[in-house]
């Protein structure tokens, strides 16, 4: 039972918030039931698990903390204080797992025939990008690529956001060249949402293979996606806002995109 918030292990699990750590491990944090039930559904090894069941909200924690030490994982029991110091969320819940990063390059997507994928660039905000991928997986998304993301999937808000989603759509973080080169390659048209669009985004084409491209919160997409070489749609605007965010903006046309293919009106 580790008792202090000194010990070494808590203040490992606290640097591992910040991404220089992170990455310099090559490890990220998961916390919550559903977070790390999803990621063992998902079959992220995980090489940790840190347990104070005097925080449990229910009484399906046992059982899951027993099939990931049953897997291979180390348990370390914490009380209260130093779970409390080395959780991330304002009100724990008593689990908190380290897994070793995942391979996020373009090569580990599998798609199917006709796929949906979401490109995001230059997504800033950690709850944005976990946002936009419980999104992706609630509209049926076949792939994800962030593109040139100034914050890591591995962040734990990311991770918390997207409640888990992180591992059940396949993800894969990349530049946008290469993005599109990718997608070139694939067969994969883009349709590029913007505000300057002439054209509203229920009047775009959602068949065949096709990604939805969103930008950045504060700067849109980069130049690179709007010179011409890809449709664009816009949502309109009937107020004084000019634009969405940037993950309101995404759910608005991958669930449009959902509506059609699934109706046969692509």
Known sequence: ??????????????????????DAEGSFLIEGY???????AAGIRIDEVYVCDRLFLGTNEPDLVDRIVASGA????????????????DRPEGL???????????????????????????????GNLGTMLRTADAAGVNAVIVADPTTDPFNPNVVRASLGCVFTVPLAVSTTERTIRWMAEHGIRALVTTPSAPDVYWDSDYSGAGAIVV????????????????????????????????????????????????????
Not at 99 to 126: N, S
Not at 217 to 234: C, I
């Open 34 to 40: 559903r977070e790390i039930a999803r990621a063992a």
């Open 96 to 126: 908190l797992a380290v897994a070793p990063q995942f391979d996020t390059g373009l090569e580990r997507l599998r798609l199917p025939p006709d796929p949906l994928l979401l490109v995001m660039e230059g997504i800033e905000k950690p």
């Open 1 to 22: 039972m580790i008792t202090s918030p000194a010990n070494p292990k808590v203040k490992r699990l606290v640097r591992l918030r910040s991404r220089r750590h992170r």
């Open 215 to 266: 930008g950045s919160e504060q700067y849109g997409l980069s130049e690179t996606w709007l010179d011409g070489r890809f449709p664009m749609a816009r949502i309109p605007m009937a107020g004084s806002a000019d634009s969405l965010n940037a993950a309101t903006a995404a759910a608005l046309v991958l669930f449009e995109a959902l509506r059609r293919r699934t109706s046969g009106t692509s």
């Open 74 to 89: 180390r348990c370390h029991r914490l009380a209260p204080e130093p779970f409390r110091k080395a959780a991330y969320r």
